[in-house]
Nanobody, 125 residues
Framework: QVQLVESGGGLVQPGGSLRLSCAAS????????MGWYRQAPGKERELVAD???????NYADSVKGRFTISRDNAKNTAYLQMKNLKLEDTAIYFC???????????????????WGQGTQVTVTV
């Protein structure tokens, strides 16, 4: 069973920094894209940043220049370094990974998305 576990959330003042981690565990063959999403109260979940298995990255305009996504394939872990945090960054941050559990899923292109449980990031004065 594949599981994603996020950590690193917390309470921070505007201008502060946090680093989120997302570790994949369980039985799987390959992790493809990984990404961070967030959902603020009353709003829809939105993409923050994602990274391919080859480490190509993509960012939401609202976080460009402030957030950096990275991954350590040997540790099956993705990171989100957040700097210069703003009040509007307050949200629950979720990790998503596109994972093939075995070679059959790779061959038939039936890999699935898995989500973590989320970690709260609160930016407040």
């Amino acid at each position: 069973q594949v599981q994603l576990v996020e950590s690193g959330g917390g309470l921070v003042q505007p201008g502060g920094s946090l680093r989120l981690s997302c570790a994949a565990s369980g039985s799987f063959f390959r992790i493809n894209d990984m990404g961070w999403y967030r959902q603020a109260p009353g709003k829809e979940r939105e993409l923050v940043a994602d990274i391919t298995s080859g480490s190509s990255t993509n960012y939401a305009d609202s976080v460009k220049g402030r957030f950096t996504i990275s991954r350590d394939n040997a540790k099956n872990t993705a990171y989100l370094q957040m700097k210069n945090l703003k009040l509007e960054d307050t949200a629950i941050y979720f990790c998503k990974a596109h994972i093939a559990r075995d070679a059959i899923e790779v061959f038939y292109h039936t890999s699935q998305d898995y989500w973590g449980q989320g970690t709260q990031v609160t930016v407040t004065v």
